[in-house]
T-cell receptor
Framework: DAGVTQSPTHLIKTRGQHVTLRCSPI?????VSWYQQVLGQGPQFIFQ???????GRGNFPDRFSARQFPNYSSELNVNALLLGDSALYLC??????????????FGSGTQLSVL | TQLLEQSPQFLSIQEGENLTVYCNSS?????LQWYRQEPGEGPVLLVT?????EVKKLKRLTFQFGDARKDSSLHITAAQPGDTGLYLC??????????FGKGTKLSVKP
């Protein structure tokens, strides 16, 4: 079975542009979470979606938005890109709500560079 | 705010040496997870510890959860080059999310 797939793998944008990142969860998983990992840091929580509804949001500005589709895939959108948005964006899926003891399966991420 | 602090930040050792990585917090966590991340990949779950004082072994890796459930350690015996990677500890946040430490970057030289 395919794992969590993310596209694109790499992306270069300039300041002020917007970007859309895509994620397909493992088949049967209903929860998708997004994390931002800046170089040298651990991943930071951005959003969690379960059954197409937002269930959690981290401390990120409104320039960040996301949605989940009926097939449980998800998009992360970032508007008005800043240099500081350069990071590895990770998507993770889980069968349920992804509470602390539940195993998260991470994709390989999208490496975003903002110039 | 729940924070997880990991130490050391970097570790470079020779093949065959033993090492311990620490994960500490001032907050109590219902469980802690350890992940390993290789360059260009997402984190992969190694273990979840749930009970205070719990010890779990995964081949040459030994994980311990502190009695007060505020800290955890990862001990690797006879490290191998294949153990090279970023080791992350993570605990449950208030929104069903994971709170990660900054990680320990381990390099094992042959």
């Amino acid at each position: 079975d395919a794992g969590v797939t993310q596209s694109p793998t790499h992306l270069i944008k300039t300041r002020g542009q917007h970007v859309t990142l895509r994620c397909s969860p493992i088949s049967g998983h209903k929860s998708v979470s997004w994390y931002q990992q800046v170089l040298g840091q651990g991943p930071q929580f951005i959003f969690q979606y379960y059954e197409k509804e937002e269930r959690g949001r981290g401390n990120f500005p409104d320039r960040f938005s996301a949605r989940q589709f009926p097939n449980y895939s998800s998009e992360l959108n970032v508007n008005a890109l800043l240099l500081g948005d350069s990071a590895l964006y990770l998507c993770a899926s889980s069968p349920g709500l992804g509470v602390a003891n539940e195993k998260l399966f991470f994709g390989s991420g999208t490496q975003l560079s903002v110039l | 705010t729940q924070l997880l602090e990991q130490s050391p930040q970097f570790l470079s050792i020779q093949e065959g040496e033993n090492l311990t990585v620490y994960c500490n917090s001032s907050s109590v966590f219902s469980s802690l997870q350890w992940y390993r991340q290789e360059p260009g990949e997402g984190p992969v779950l190694l273990v979840t510890v749930v009970t205070g004082g719990e010890v779990k072994k995964l081949k040459r890796l030994t994980f311990q959860f502190g009695d007060a459930r505020k800290d955890s350690s990862l001990h690797i015996t006879a490290a191998q080059p294949g153990d090279t990677g970023l080791y992350l500890c993570a605990g449950g946040g208030s929104q069903g999310n994971l709170i990660f430490g900054k990680g320990t970057k381990l390099s094992v030289k042959p």
